[in-house]
């Protein structure tokens, strides 16, 4: 299985923006499909992005616009790049791959 850790999260104000980081222990070149998904305290966890090996993109509705996935399959390495951040969007982030999911890096939006 494999071992993933997320990096990038921090304190930003609405408006700011953070690139999140999903380093991969291994190759990522041969999985299809690598997500996104948050969780914010006392909430479910959310479906945020997911990008296939062939580059095909997708986003939930709540982020549409202002985030953007992307992988670099030579690094083993995904980003989710967060514009226009909304105090909505605090929460903790978290890689996923297969079944593997990494400790989450947290996302602060102040006012």
């Known amino acids: 299985q494999v071992q993933l850790v997320e990096s990038g999260g921090g304190l930003v104000q609405a408006g700011g923006s953070l690139r999140l980081s999903c380093a991969a222990s291994?190759?990522?070149?041969?999985?299809?499909?690598m997500h996104w998904y948050r969780q914010a305290p006392g909430k479910e966890r959310e479906w945020v992005a997911t990008?296939?090996?062939?580059?095909?993109?997708e986003y939930a509705g709540s982020v549409k616009g202002r985030f953007t996935i992307s992988r670099d399959d030579a690094k083993n390495t995904v980003h989710l790049q967060m514009n226009s951040l909304k105090p909505e969007d605090t929460a903790t982030y978290y890689c996923?791959?297969?079944?593997?999911w990494g400790q989450g890096t947290q996302v602060t939006v102040s006012t």
């Open positions: 996923c791959a297969l079944s593997a």
């Open positions: 291994g190759s990522i070149s041969m999985i299809n499909a």
């Open positions: 990008i296939t090996r062939g580059g095909v993109t």
